[in-house]
């Protein structure tokens, strides 16, 4: 493996709209959402590892869930759990993780990988992060790897790429936020529009400079504090200057202001398992068109449904279309998966009638 490949796990988000089984104390990344018997976070762990050397692979992560991931990935070592005390979007923990990194490695080639998306062809994904580490460690890029659409998804936002290139590897002529449909049906209809999966890559210098031209007060933060990363200083640097970072995402931060943005076009599937209901599309169905996951069913008049619960639970249902079913504890969902996108409200809805525990 290469010395100079390194990966940046995201793992701080709280994964809402996976209510009842994903919360604040225990997120959707640490659970085993496919029924596979892996977590999300140790599925992605291992893809990354198939190429980046396993002490290379920083996990980034709310101070909160610190345990969990020493827990679930115990092949990781303390100092490669970057922790943010505070959430501020993906800018500053990215930067503070690149500038760690760059510290360590100044010829350091990355990747910055979610920790709960599901990719099926593992392979593909390990040629197109190593064609994209060797064009990274080659040229001053910051790259991504966009996602090829297969309908006008308004969920997702869009990359725009130059479509004379005729190079595998486009220059991104722009970003495009999340469309109605009729946009998005527009954009797969000109054929040089992606989907924006929230995957970079790059190298730290590159990144670095990035952070140095188009965000000069971020960057002189989380510079200040060179002296203090990877020692036992540096908790304490963070501690205290962490809450001063702008809440910012990267996409703003810096991939929307610079002129050396490229994208792959990926060859693999992906799903980033934003819903119950992107869930339900990826899961193997019964005759029905049910997706069950850990269930025992006893199923009548019912078709289209998602449905989980705890291990071999027996779950009998009758008359029931297309619903989320999902049991889970002390709090049981039944929720129409047309709906899927208000359980997000229903959750702070239970919070607030119910107490904060059940969230």
């Known amino acids: 493996m290469n010395k100079n490949y390194y990966a940046i796990l995201m793992a701080g988000g709280v994964g809402s709209r996976f209510w009842p089984v994903s919360t604040e104390s225990y997120p959707k990344q640490f659970h085993d959402m496919l029924g596979t018997g892996e977590t999300l976070i140790q599925k992605t762990f291992e893809r990354l590892a198939r190429l980046i050397p396993k002490d290379h692979i920083f996990i980034l992560s709310n101070e909160r869930y610190n345990d969990l991931v020493l827990e679930q990935l115990p092949e990781v070592s303390q100092d490669q759990v970057v922790l943010e005390p505070e959430m501020r979007n993906t800018a500053p923990c990215i930067l503070y993780a690149s500038l760690k990194i760059q ?66 590897i486009k220059l991104v002529s722009q970003f495009r936020e999340k469309p109605d449909y009729e946009t998005a049906k527009q954009f797969l209809a000109q054929g040089n529009f992606l989907w924006n999966a929230g995957i970079f890559i790059w190298s730290a210098k590159s990144v670095v400079k990035a952070f140095q031209n188009n965000q000069t007060e971020l960057f002189a933060l989380f510079e200040s504090g060179m002296d203090t990363y990877n020692t036992d200083l540096e908790k304490d640097f963070i501690a205290e200057n962490y809450k001063r970072a702008e809440n910012i995402s990267v996409d703003y931060a810096i991939m929307e202001k610079s002129d050396n943005v490229y994208v792959l076009p990926a060859t693999f599937d992906w799903n980033d398992l934003g819903t119950w209901g992107s869930l339900y599309d990826k899961l193997e169905k019964d005759n029905d068109a049910n997706a069950i996951v850990n269930a025992q069913t006893l199923l009548e008049d019912a078709s289209g449904n998602m449905i989980r619960s705890k291990k071999n639970k027996i779950v009998v249902v009758d008359g029931l279309n297309d619903y989320i079913i999902v049991d889970k504890d002390e709090v049981l969902l039944i929720f129409p998966k047309s709906k899927e996108q208000d359980i997000k409200q229903v959750l702070q809805t239970v919070k607030a009638k119910f107490g904060e525990n059940y969230g």
């Open 103 to 168: 510290k360590e490695n100044p010829d350091a080639v990355m990747i910055v990988a979610p920790s709960d998306h599901w990719i099926e062809d593992e392979q593909a994904f390990v040629d197109n992060v190593q064609h994209t580490f060797e064009y990274c460690s080659q040229h001053d890029a910051l790259m991504t790897l966009g996602i090829q659409p297969t309908f006008p998804n308004t969920g997702y936002g869009y990359i725009e790429y130059d479509k004379t290139s005729e190079d595998s």
